[in-house]
């Protein structure tokens, strides 16, 4: 198979995004378009500068913008509008289940209420739902910068509303805030019958990888690339079947590899992880679901067997019930 027909393969194949921050899903066009409606400053002209100012060399320089970025958001139909146009996209690449995460400290920091962030995601989830059958779980994340404590006040936030969210995350600046720090919050969590997932490994040492496993009681590791530094914390996430949620573009855009022909997405697989493909903040990052796909084939020898192992791995890592799981990989098998 030519890299062209691989390319055209993992297009076909239906797939589960797991690693997606909704608030990274919105576009120039349509920051300029909310900062105009809602009347906010923004310190860009044209969508062409706001494109421009797009290159990052860590993980905090893209934060600082991804913040600024948000500030657009402010009413329930920004949040349905900004949902609404990351599906309609995923469907496009012929997603079929989506794990979205939000940010809701990024929100309520700024006096939006976590209702009205919220409200408008479910709306567009459904909608999704009714109108072309993606189905999806909703992941709040806590924002690992700020005090535990904060994140106890987001978890009481989301009290009434635990019924329509599936998980908790940890995301935004890792070096100098290991899981350790959320242990007391994400046991609260988990009492409360919500499913645990952890960035761990992107800029951080294996060592917090360890910890999200230990302390935190992780279902899921979102990135984890640093795993491969430790030889038995590989075999450990092997043998546990643990779920990587690996983000090729965002590693190259954040410096995590400064060559796609470095990815080691190709050695997670031979190694026996169970790593899956995902877009992190595609409108920051340089694509959507197949764009990462035809990224990893161009750069990497992977193989077609590879390419529906991931495809594979995206539904058996989801949080889709075992009957649902089945479904979606007997289709996989029609491609
Ligand atoms: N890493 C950490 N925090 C984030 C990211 C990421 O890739 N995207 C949005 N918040
Ligand atoms: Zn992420």
Not at 65 to 91: C, H, K, P, W
Not at 129 to 136: D, I, P, R, S, V
Not at 145 to 161: C, M, R, V
Not at 169 to 183: M, N, T
Request: proline share 4%; hydrophobic share 45%; net charge negative.
């Amino acid at each position: 198979m030519t890299k062209q027909d691989l390319v055209a393969y993992a297009a076909a194949l239906p797939k589960a995004e797991l690693h997606l921050h909704i608030e990274g899903s919105l576009e120039p066009e349509m920051l300029f378009k909310l900062a105009q409606r809602n009347k906010v400053d923004i310190p860009f002209k044209s969508v062409e500068e706001i494109r421009a100012a797009y290159e990052f060399s860590n993980l905090q320089d893209f934060l600082d913008i991804y913040y600024q970025g948000m500030s657009v958001l402010l009413s329930e139909e920004d949040f349905f509008d900004l949902t609404m146009a990351y599906l309609n996209r995923a469907r496009a690449d012929n997603v079929r289940h989506v794990e979205i995460f939000f940010d809701p400290q990024g929100h309520t920091e700024r006096g939006v209420p976590f209702d009205t962030a919220i409200s408008g995601i479910l709306t567009a989830l459904s909608m999704a739902k009714a109108q072309f059958g993606m189905t999806a779980k909703l992941i709040m994340c806590f924002l690992r910068h700020l005090p535990e404590e904060d994140a106890f006040a987001t978890l009481k936030q989301a009290e009434n509303w635990l019924d329509r969210i599936d998980g908790v995350g940890l995301d935004s600046s890792e070096v100098g805030h290991p899981p350790s720090k959320f242990a007391r919050v994400f046991k609260a969590a988990s009492e409360r019958g919500l499913k645990l997932v952890a960035h761990a490994g992107e800029e951080g040492p294996p060592d917090y990888v360890h910890e999200a496993l230990d302390l935190l009681e992780i279902d899921r590791l979102d990135h984890g690339n640093r795993s491969l530094e430790d030889d038995a914390l590989v075999a450990r996430l092997a043998a546990e079947e643990m779920t990587l949620t690996v983000c090729p573009l965002s590693n190259l855009k954040l410096c995590v590899v400064d060559d796609m022909r470095e990815h080691p997405l190709k050695r997670m697989l031979d190694l026996n992880l169970r790593a899956t493909v995902n877009s992190d903040d595609p409108s920051y990052f340089g694509g959507y679901m197949n764009d990462n796909f035809k990224a990893v084939i161009e750069a990497l020898p992977l193989t077609r067997e590879d390419v529906k192992t991931l495809a594979r791995n995206s539904f058996l890592g989801s949080f889709l019930s075992e009957g649902e799981k089945r479904a979606q990989l007997a289709a996989i098998d029609l491609v």
